[in-house]
């Protein structure tokens, strides 16, 4: 007896000294025959092919198989037989070879994966249990997905699953005219809706993840817009400056130049409309609360060149109570896309640049 495959006895009571046919299992010579007692129990197949094995290597890789060892026996019979049923007797073969050496070949897993993934969860192995799901996973098609997914949910194979259900909802379409789908909608209708409620709701988060990057890409362009007011203010830029600067003497356009251009005129228009905030201007409403936003996150009291950022403060300080939570939570996104801007970032020269859509600002709602 060299390894469990040596010696097959058939149920009729013959006996073959070959290796059963598993492509890929080698049985082993190597193996050290006379460290290895004798087999003490057989495992029994659909067929009725008997597979010699030891208990205590059984019953040490598998809880399920140790139970059945240990279980009381009806007849006392010198020989024990363990039946593993339902599945082809070379994947019984593969399951049993993994008990003995934990390993398990690539072309087996692709050929059993389906049964061994089965057995894995039955008999409580875990180890093969995690080879078969990824396994499968990356073995999924249009046209075994139905049947993996069914698996996956009888055996609590929760990332098999997902898996499943994230490529049903990607191929919908092509899902339809599948058999597997058509037998699914005749047989098991619960599955059915499981699935159908998983794309309307794959649907929801693509479209709720879609709204976040909008609302984070408004951030991050008011958050610049703030560093132009500022540099606009203290600097000067092309044609608009503080008092005491010739803003003519700038004639480069500056690194943010459409965001800082855009501003420009905003504040050049904000120092001259006849309408104001009051009159019902929007260019100018967006100005106004352009600089709220610069006075919420500024953090130079005295000094700020900014105009009105001194009374904003004092104002908000007047009325901290009141000041509205929507407002609030502006401030702490836009400062936070600031802080995340002014980390370091590779390749930042080389991203495209983020061009000020006024239409957004305007959308901008407090
Ligand atoms: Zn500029
Ligand atoms: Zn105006
Ligand atoms: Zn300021």
């Known amino acids: 007896m060299t390894t469990i495959q040596s010696q097959i006895k058939f149920s009729g009571g013959m006996e073959m000294n070959s290796t059963p046919p598993v492509d890929g299992v080698v049985a082993d010579p190597s193996t050290a025959a006379s460290e290895m007692p004798e087999p003490d129990v057989h495992v029994v197949t659909s067929s009725g092919i008997l597979i010699p094995a030891h208990s205590k290597i059984l ?3 598998s809880a399920a198989l140790e139970n059945m060892i240990n279980r009381p026996q009806k007849r006392r019979s010198s020989e024990r037989r363990i039946p593993i049923l339902g599945v082809p007797d070379d994947a019984v073969s593969v399951f049993i070879e993994f008990l003995y050496s934990y390993r398990c070949g690539e072309e087996q897993l692709k050929k059993y994966g389906i049964h061994l993934l089965a057995l894995s969860h039955v008999y409580m192995v875990p180890q093969l249990k995690q080879r078969c799901t990824r ?3 990356e073995q999924l098609t249009i046209d075994n997905v139905v049947d993996v997914l069914q698996l996956a949910r009888l055996c609590d194979a929760p990332n098999l ?16 005219e599948t058999e597997g789908w058509k037998f699914l909608q005749n047989h098991d209708p619960f599955l059915e809706l499981e699935i159908l409620q998983f794309i309307d709701e794959s649907d929801l988060r693509k479209r709720r993840t879609r709204r976040r990057r909008e609302e984070q890409s408004l951030y991050v362009v008011l958050s610049e817009a703030m560093d132009c007011l500022v540099h ?3 600097e000067g830029c092309t044609s608009v400056g503080p008092h005491d600067m010739d803003p003519s003497k700038e004639k480069v356009p500056c690194s943010k130049f459409s965001t800082c251009h855009g501003l420009q005129l905003l504040i050049k228009h904000f120092g001259s409309c006849k309408k104001r905030v009051k009159g019902g201007c929007l260019r100018c409403k967006r100005m106004w609360q352009l600089f709220r ?6 953090d130079q009291f005295d000094g700020c060149k900014v105009p009105l950022c001194r009374q904003f403060k004092l104002k908000e300080l007047q009325d901290r109570r009141e000041s509205d939570e ?4 502006l401030v702490r996104k836009v400062a936070l896309a600031k802080a995340m801007l002014s980390l370091p970032k590779r390749k930042r020269e080389e991203e495209p640049r983020i061009v000020v859509d006024y239409q957004e600002l305007r959308s901008f709602k407090i």
Not at 161 to 176: D, G, Q, V
Not at 293 to 298: N, V
Not at 326 to 329: A, G, I, N, S
């Open 59 to 61: 019953a040490s890789a």
């Open 135 to 137: 396994a499968l996973a």
């Open 161 to 176: 699953h997902l898996k499943c259900m994230k490529l049903l909802s990607s191929n919908f379409k092509a899902l339809e």
């Open 232 to 234: 606009i203010c203290s």
């Open 293 to 298: 936003l610069h006075s919420s996150i500024c």
């Open 326 to 329: 929507l407002w609030r939570l």
